[in-house]
Nanobody, 126 residues
Framework: QLQLVDSGGGLVQAGGSLRLSCAAS????????MGWFRQAPGKERKFVAA????????YYASSVAGRFTISRDNAKNMGYLQMNSLKPEDTAVYYC???????????????????WGQGTQVTVSS
């Protein structure tokens, strides 16, 4: 099994930047696609970004495209979400997730991901 720990959240002003990290441990010989999702208070969890094992394919929600960048370093068992030009509507708990079943072409549905981090709070003030 994989264990994921996400970190890097915090409080930032609108227009600012944050970099989230996702550290994988356990069965790190497992290959997996990685996704980031977020959940705002009182709302359902939503897709943010995903990346395949090789990094060759990435997908973004339309609301973050051009502002967020997903990346990974497989040698370090790490994933990242660089968030620029943050807006108050980006405020949410952010979760990283791993999908070992579709490695190179990541999916955007949260139900397809088997492993999840504990979440990290991102708050953007106006």
């Amino acid at each position: 099994q994989l264990q994921l720990v996400d970190s890097g959240g915090g409080l930032v002003q609108a227009g600012g930047s944050l970099r989230l990290s996702c550290a994988a441990s356990g069965r790190t010989d497992t290959r997996y696609a990685m996704g980031w999702f977020r959940q705002a208070p009182g709302k359902e969890r939503k897709f943010v970004a995903a990346i395949g094992w090789s990094g060759g394919r990435t997908y973004y929600a339309s609301s973050v495209a051009g502002r967020f960048t997903i990346s990974r370093d497989n040698a370090k068992n790490m994933g990242y979400l660089q968030m620029n030009s943050l807006k108050p509507e980006d405020t949410a708990v952010y979760y990283c997730a791993a999908d070992p079943d579709r490695i190179f072409d990541p999916r955007t549905e949260d139900g397809e991901y088997d492993y999840w981090g504990q979440g990290t709070q991102v708050t953007v003030s106006s």
